[in-house]
């Protein structure tokens, strides 16, 4: 069993920065792929980044290339979402996952944190 726990999330105005951490339990093997999503209401939980096991490959949505940074330390069980030039569209709740693949289905991931709100104003 993997546990997952989100945090950093928040308000902030468009164009501002924020980062996520998401914390793993002990037990989890660091070969996993890391993934986050996000999911707005009323739509459908979305792809955001994925980073392989270790770190040197790396996969992002069209939508925050080039804005969005995902990272992780192995040591620290933690992936990070550095997320710069924020917009009003990015407004969700955003969830890290873990994957044996690296995929951008939310259906390959296996385990999932409960999220944390991040909230951008216009």
């Known amino acids: 069993q993997v546990q997952l726990v989100e945090s950093g999330g928040g308000l902030v105005q468009a164009g501002g920065s924020l980062r996520l951490s998401c914390a793993a339990s002990r037990r989890t093997s660091s070969r996993y792929v890391m993934g986050w999503f996000r999911q707005a209401p009323g739509k459908a939980r979305e792809f955001v980044a994925a980073?392989?096991?270790?770190?040197?490959?790396?996969s992002y949505a069209d939508s925050v290339k080039g804005r969005f940074t995902i990272s992780r330390d192995n040591a620290k069980n933690t992936v990070y979402l550095q997320m710069n030039s924020l917009k009003p569209e990015d407004t969700a709740d955003y969830y890290c996952a873990t994957s044996n693949s690296f995929a951008v289905e939310p259906g390959s991931y296996s385990y999932w944190g409960q999220g944390t709100q991040v909230t951008v104003s216009s």
């Open positions: 980073i392989s096991w270790g770190g040197t490959s790396t």
